[in-house]
């Protein structure tokens, strides 16, 4: 669900699909890892490489953060940004595209040692870091920082729960607890430096989970529940100029506390940072063009009036212009407890891929997908494609065929659920609904309130046995990019719930539930790859989920911004890397 | 005095306005004169041009779409060639104006002393503010306002109607201009009020030897004020001469009908009843639908004596009155003890001037108001305090018609939908038999049964409150109360509703109370009077008694100022009248 | 007079507590009728994908679960005699008028109205400033020209200055003035107390905008008051006395045109105190208004409440200053004890 992804950009494909459609020239090198500013160089690798420190570097955004409390917020930009001032047990590689999926260490002093069946984590942490109080951090602190953010009665209800989910203790509250530290048995710290995690299950990704900056420090008696988001304690390379201001700003300065030998993944150039919060999106793009911002903090690219105006004059932009995939699937679930095997097959068979992809957008909204993972996936393969046409029109014969083994030759009437406000979902839905017609299947396109949608509608099983609802429109971001970051929680029998279910299609087939425990158990990321591989290809084959595109996002990128590149792990630039040069 | 080079001159004045539909000439052709210090009335009703034309004297056609031809003279400057400047120098200077309403001739929101100052220094920059703030004073004073030097500093809303035609007189004076223009100073005002004003104009005329233009519709107005009279119709003089000559030998059929149809005080009940049947009878003749006259005398009024058709005893009503720092609320009595018996087929006028209660005692009779003393008696049933329910059927008794026929009618309600709704609200379903009704008594209102799906915009005046009339009589009520039928009716109109209320009286035994300031209309319709001032009846009579022989004071002052339509009389009563203060002002 | 003003103080009370009430009744009422739990409501202030658990404690901490009435008269208590909050381990002082925090960002929700009141009240006050002269001159020359090139003129920028929206007029200056032409500086507020300059550079383009709606709208007012007077009878006794045509409209024909603007020119004021929604977004200003449509669209309740106490205060207060001053301008009208 987040603004997150890991994997590696489909090279040169995505820039020369995005060139030929709008009829320009050659892209340039692709793949270069010092490139010049060119079309897409941000995508693959470092433009304006700089060691230089100074200025201040200036983003802005239109929303705000969830918060600035490291231990209560998802939203990828904030992840993204608060390693400013929060540095985590591990991190992700600083590099370009594909190279940045890889795990790194930030405060850990190794990377983190598994016991045999993945049960038992252990992580050192470097001695002698500071906090910007001069204070030492140490492992207790990491401990407590992941008992509040998991652990709160509700005080803290942003972040994710994956420490909750996956280690072996029993409920508690921090904030009510006598002695939280004794309370909070699962994680041990046998001294400052060690900490031993404890899991419930076999957990073979458990180091994504390390990255997150709920692993960030913070003391005990430094905790101000809901408030300490106004000023956090920081550990890395800035610190809070007075007050965190929710909707107003955010000023950060130097750390002299932090150590930059110690910092494997922070060059911290600029002297100060600065967030202007809640100015207008087309705002932020104009003033972005006009050299008077320099990052738009929210990292989905520009809004749909700039993308437009870029289009229309894309000689002008272009070598300032970053077209990446954005980690994102856009998809539709084929509802199994409404239609069967063979049915689901028909449609996979029936659509118009080709009409898809156009209603998406075409070649500037993304590639048309023909498989479930994400190219920047290991394990993924874009070129499966298990439903073929020609000219990706929709084989129509085939479909009829499996109409006619499910018994529904004469074709059959379903709805199609779709996000009330989405213009790209319901393009989606009318599209298919046109290509599904050819075989007399009828699609009756019913939106829903967005916000609800999965809570109470598409998620809901019995609304959806209820109102015989057949498809729904989704879209699917990894928190972090594996094959089971991206898609344990969508095709797994185990996700399938009641209410707010992900799993909307409810797909539960017997193999894919066993390939993916054998994954948590496989310590071999290649090994783990094939296995992603080989749901991939059985969820397709089922016709649970219908791929419509991999999205791309358009990023401007100013020419005063030095070690500009984009990260996958986040699917932005790489705040921690970026400086300025207003020369 | 004797006349000298004219001080005003027009001569083939013609004011035309473009409009959508053609031109429309408002005054064709008109000449006359004034001497210096003589005085000329003009006398026309409505749409006669008498206003466009003292307009065109002061030049304040300028700036709009009338086209003027012809030459006017004032004080030797010609106003159509003049330039702005000369005409701004004129006007105030040369000829100073008075208008019809001052209530609504004062600037509200400037003290009179600074709207009074104003009209000195745009002629005289030089005088101090001082000077001209004494100035003021003094003109204010010559205009009879009392305490000048305080009340100078007063807003217009905080005097009376007649208290602020004054200062407008007073602001003409205040340049002592050569002419001044009055363009029916009075109409707005209560009689008394009206003859102090005429009276005051007269000696300020005679006093400081200005020239006086009196523009109205009512010949009894200019009568005993001016030396000469123009009558206008249609923006042409139809008649112009000596007023002695024009009142008394009206030459021009127009000018005729005009005096005949002006209500004279001095015309008794009985004799205008007769006229009235006369009149009828010669014109039915002539259409050949004779009513039997035996058939009139029936609806002469029963002698007094037996049950009386309403009864009202010792009403009073009280409103609270807000003021005070304290914000403490007082008792302000509108109506305080008024009693009196009325029979069927009789009817009582009530007169009074504005203040008086008249309005507040005939909403309590229709029992809008409820009493907050005292009883009302219907036909033998006490309604004081009666529910809105119970009263229903008295709604269809007692009906009224008001005063102006111009807001009391719903405009976007077509005539027959206002007429039948009463029928409607009583319970008829049958909606071709209430056309049918309608129809009828449109017809027998003098208008016709085809004006049934016109919407009152279409109607003059008058036309509406024949339409209000109908409204009233189709429930067949058994009293008609009217609150100043006529007062907003030109004189011929006037007289023309007051027939046919009497003609209605004649043939449905219609018992009115009939409320009206204007003595003369009162005496002529009414069987008995009364008269009130304050809230309270001060005289309550046989209407021929109270006209002929006054008992009080205060009808004494009433029929006094009322005008005359002789001008030697009108100057006799004027004597009589300056008599009288004088008296006053010695006595107090 | 000082009676009339307890009074509508008074009274202004009063009104606060049903504007109060009803913002509650909207909150917690509505949704429940369109069948949202309490549960549903708290997903509104935690993380995208919370479990039930988090929603439940914070149904709990927020008090979403209790009837709506006890939810009101809590904060009406807080309000008068202060409140205290739990934050963590920490216990919060919240001294009278306490409007509580904020569910989505926890910052105290008076302390976040007074640090945007002044962006506001420079914003609405310049604005009015502007709509006022400007409008009113415009009506005043329309209306003596009437029929002219320039009334047509006039009157057709007013009624298209009426009918823009202000995300368009204000957009399009920011593209042009700003990115395209670069005549003024990007927006950015700064205390007036602070830089002078940097204020009023930054103010210009929202006060213009955010003038040029209302300023359309006070032009047709005036010229249509204008029109009006100057067809009154005490206008042609002006003229009659010989007065200029300067004079006649200047000083006898303007002051009773504006009395009516004066009216409305305090509610408008009021209701622009309040926040100027629109602009304030379009031109990122961190004002009340903005505080305001973000806690509105975040179903933010205790700054929902806090900003509408404030806007109705702001109007109450300026109806009742119009009305204290009414007498000044229009000598008719006495303030009744």
């Known amino acids: 669900m987040r603004k997150r992804t890991l994997g590696f950009v489909a090279l040169g494909a995505a820039a020369s699909i995005f060139l030929a459609a709008c009829g320009s020239g050659d892209s340039g090198e692709n793949g270069g890892s010092d490139a010049a500013a060119a079309f897409d160089a941000g995508s693959t690798g470092v433009v304006n490489p700089s060691e230089e420190t100074g200025g201040t570097l200036r983003y802005a955004i239109s929303s705000d953060f969830d918060s600035t409390d490291p231990g209560d917020t998802y939203y990828g930009f904030s ?381 809901s099983q019995d609304y959806v046995r209820e109102n015989n609802i057949g498809l729904s429109v989704s879209g699917w971001i990894p928190d972090w990019a594996s094959g089971y970051g991206f898609g344990y929680k969508i095709t797994s029998g185990d996700a399938i719930q009641a209410t707010g279910n992900y799993n909307t299609s409810e797909l539960d087939d017997q193999e894919v539930n066993a390939l993916w425990d054998e994954a948590l158990t496989t310590e071999d990321p290649d090994e783990r790859a094939e296995i992603y591989a080989q749901i991939d290809t059985l969820v397709i084959e089922q016709a649970a989920i219908l791929p419509v595109v991999f999205d791309r996002a358009m990023f401007y990128r100013s020419d005063e911004l030095t070690n500009v590149y984009y990260t996958s792990s986040y699917a932005m630039y790489d705040y921690m890397a970026l400086g300025v040069n207003r020369g | 005095m004797a006349p000298t080079e004219p001080v005003v001159r027009v001569d083939d004045l013609r004011v035309t306005f473009p409009t959508m539909d053609g031109d429309v000439q408002a005054v064709n052709g008109l000449s006359f004169e004034v001497p210096a210090g003589g005085a000329l009335g003009i006398v026309g009703e409505s749409g006669s041009g008498k206003s466009v034309t003292s307009l065109a004297l002061m030049g304040l056609h300028r700036g709009s779409r009338a086209r003027i031809t012809g030459a006017i003279e004032v004080a030797g400057q010609d106003v159509v060639s003049a330039t702005d400047r000369q005409l701004r120098a004129m006007r105030g200077n040369d000829i100073a104006m008075v208008f019809q309403d001052p209530m609504q001739s004062l600037h509200p929101q400037y003290t009179i002393g600074n709207q009074l100052v104003e009209a000195h220094r745009v002629h005289h920059p030089k005088t101090s503010k001082a000077q001209a703030r004494n100035h003021a004073v003094g003109a204010l004073d010559r205009v009879g306002i009392p305490d000048p030097a305080n009340r100078i500093n007063s807003y217009p809303h905080e005097f009376s109607g007649g208290m602020r035609q004054r200062v407008v007189i007073a602001m003409g004076l205040m340049c002592d201009p050569k002419v001044l223009l009055a363009d029916e100073p009075t109409t707005a005002l209560d009689v008394t009020v009206q003859a102090r004003i005429l009276d005051l104009l007269d000696e300020l005329r005679r006093d400081l030897g200005m020239a006086l233009i009196l523009v109205s519709h009512d010949l009894a107005v200019v009568a005993g004020s001016v030396d000469e009279v123009v009558v206008m119709r249609h923006g042409v003089a139809v008649e112009r001469g000596d007023v002695r000559t024009v009142l008394s030998a009206p030459e021009h059929p127009y000018t005729q009908a005009l005096l005949a149809a002006v209500p004279r005080v001095e015309v008794s009940r009985a004799q205008r009843r007769a006229q009235d049947r006369s009149d009828r009878l010669d014109k039915e003749k002539r259409e050949g639908t004779v009513t039997d006259p035996a058939k009139f005398e029936a609806f002469t009024p029963a002698p007094a004596g037996g049950e009386p058709l309403l009864k009202v005893e010792d009403v009073a009503q009280s409103f609270k009155v807000r003021g005070g720092v304290l914000g403490r609320s007082t008792d302000f009595w509108a109506v305080n003890g008024v009693s009196f018996d009325l029979y069927k087929g009789e009817t009582l006028g009530i007169v009074g001037e504005s203040g008086s209660g008249k309005s507040t005692l005939s909403r309590m009779i229709m029992r809008l108001l409820e009493p907050t003393r005292g009883r009302v008696v219907f036909e033998g049933q006490d309604i004081t305090h009666m529910s809105e329910r119970a009263l229903r059927p008295l709604r269809r008794d007692v009906q009224m018609v008001f005063q102006n026929p111009y807001s009391s009618l719903n405009p976007r309600v077509t005539v027959g939908d206002a007429v039948g709704t009463a029928l409607r609200v009583q319970g008829e379903r049958d909606t071709k038999k209430i056309k049918l009704q309608v129809q009828e008594l449109l017809e027998r209102v003098g208008l016709q049964p085809n004006h049934y799906n016109r919407f009152p915009h279409a109607f003059s005046g008058g036309q509406r409150q024949r339409i209000a009339i109908a409204r009233a009589l189709i429930l067949k009520p058994k009293l008609i109360i009217c609150d100043e039928p006529v007062s907003a009716l030109d004189v011929s109109t006037q007289d023309q509703v007051l027939r046919l209320l009497s003609e209605l009286q004649d043939d449905f035994g219609l018992t009115y109370i009939f409320v009206a300031h204007d003595l003369a209309v009162v005496r002529q319709v009414s069987d008995r009077v009364a008269v009130m001032r304050k809230g309270e009846v001060v005289e309550l009579g046989d209407s021929d008694a109270i006209y002929e022989n006054p008992q009080s004071d205060y009808t004494r002052q009433l029929l006094t100022a009322a005008p005359l339509l002789d001008p030697d009389e009108a100057r006799s009563q004027r004597a009589e009248r300056e008599a009288l203060r004088a008296e006053a002002a010695r006595t107090a | 007079m000082l009676n009339y003003i307890l009074r509508r103080l008074g009274a202004g009370l009063l009104l606060l507590a049903v504007v109060t009430a009803v913002t509650f009744w909207i909150f917690y009422v509505l949704p429940k009728w369109a069948g949202v739990t309490p549960r549903g409501m708290a997903a509104m202030y935690v993380g995208k994908a919370p479990t039930p658990e988090a929603l439940d404690a914070t149904v709990e901490r927020l008090g979403l679960d209790q009837p709506v009435i006890v939810q009101f008269f809590d904060f009406i208590r807080s309000l008068v005699f202060g409140d205290q909050f739990q934050f963590g381990r920490e216990t919060v002082e919240c001294a009278a008028p306490c409007l509580g925090y904020s569910f989505t960002t926890n910052s105290p929700v008076l302390e976040q109205l007074l640090a945007r009141l002044p962006i506001t009240v420079s914003l609405a006050l310049g604005a009015a400033v502007i709509w006022l002269i400007g409008g009113v001159a415009v009506g005043v020359l329309s209306a003596v020209k009437r029929g002219s090139v320039f009334d047509r003129l006039a009157m057709g920028t007013a009624l298209v200055g009426v009918s823009l929206p202000i995300y368009f007029t204000g957009l399009l200056a920011l593209a042009f003035i700003v990115h395209e032409w670069k005549v003024l500086p990007v927006p950015r507020y700064a205390p007036l107390t602070e830089n002078p300059g940097a204020w009023f550079t930054a103010m210009l383009l929202p006060w213009i905008t955010l003038a040029f709606l209302h300023a359309a709208q006070y032009a047709r007012q005036t010229r249509a008051g204008m029109l009006e007077v100057l067809s009154e009878d005490y206008i042609r006794t002006a003229r009659a006395k010989g007065l200029s045509e300067r004079k006649v409209i200047f000083k006898h024909a303007l002051r009773p045109a504006l009395t009516p603007i004066l009216t409305i020119f305090g509610l408008d004021l009021g209701l622009v105190l309040g926040g100027a929604i629109l602009t304030e977004k379009v031109f990122s200003l961190k004002g009340v208004g903005a505080y305001a449509i973000d806690a509105i669209i975040g179903k933010d309740l205790p700054v929902v409440l806090g900003v509408t106490l404030l806007g109705a205060v702001f109007i109450v207060v300026c109806n009742l200053v119009v009305d204290l001053l009414y007498p000044l301008v229009d000598p008719r009208v006495r303030i009744a004890g």
């Open chain 1, 79 to 459: 992840w993204n940004f608060t390693r400013y001032y929060a540095r985590t047990l591990l991190a992700f590689t600083p590099a370009p595209a594909e190279a940045s999926t890889e795990l790194t260490t930030d405060l850990a002093a190794g990377m983190p040692e598994p016991n045999d069946d993945f049960t038992q984590w252990t992580v050192k942490i470097q001695e002698g870091l500071k906090y910007e109080d001069g204070t030492e951090i140490t492992a207790q602190d990491i401990k407590y920082a992941i008992a509040r953010s998991n652990y709160n009665g509700g005080e803290l209800p942003n972040g994710p729960r994956y420490f909750e989910s996956s280690l072996d203790q029993e409920p508690f509250n921090v904030y009510e607890s006598s002695d939280p530290m004794e309370e909070f048995t699962a994680i041990e710290t046998p001294d400052d430096y060690t900490l031993v995690f404890n899991l419930k299950e076999s957990f073979s990704e458990f180091p994504y989970v390390l990255t997150q900056p709920q692993t960030a420090p913070v003391p005990e008696e430094a905790d101000r529940g809901a408030l300490y988001k106004e000023n956090v304690l920081s550990s890395g390379p800035y610190k809070f100029e007075g007050q965190y201001e929710p909707g107003v700003k955010l000023d950060l300065v130097r750390n002299e506390n932090w150590d930059g030998a110690t910092d494997p993944i922070r060059p911290a150039l600029p002297d100060e940072v600065t967030v202007e919060i809640g100015v207008a999106q087309e705002e932020i793009d104009q003033r972005i063009v006009n050299g008077e911002l320099d990052v738009d903090l929210s990292g989905v690219g520009v809004g749909p009036t700039m993308k437009s105006q870029f289009l229309q004059d894309l000689e002008s932009y272009e070598t300032n212009l970053d077209n990446p995939l954005s980690g994102a699937l856009r998809y539709v679930n084929i509802h199994t407890p409404n239609l069967e095997t063979a049915c689901r097959q028909a449609i996979a068979f029936a659509a118009d891929r080709d009409s898809l992809h156009r209603a998406w957008g075409g070649d500037t909204g993304g590639d048309l997908a023909t498989n479930l993972l994400p190219p920047t996936i290991p394990g993924s393969d874009p070129e499966s494609d298990l439903y073929p046409s020609e000219d990706n029109k929709g084989d129509l014969e085939a479909a009829q065929d499996k109409l006619d083994e499910c018994g529904e030759s004469d074709g059959f009437k379903t709805v199609i659920a779709v996000r009330d406000g989405r213009p790209n979902d319901l393009a989606t839905a009318e599209s298919l609904q046109e290509s599904l017609k050819r075989v007399n299947i009828e699609l009756e396109i019913k939106t829903f309130p967005a916000e609800d949608f999965f809570a109470q509608y598409a998620g």
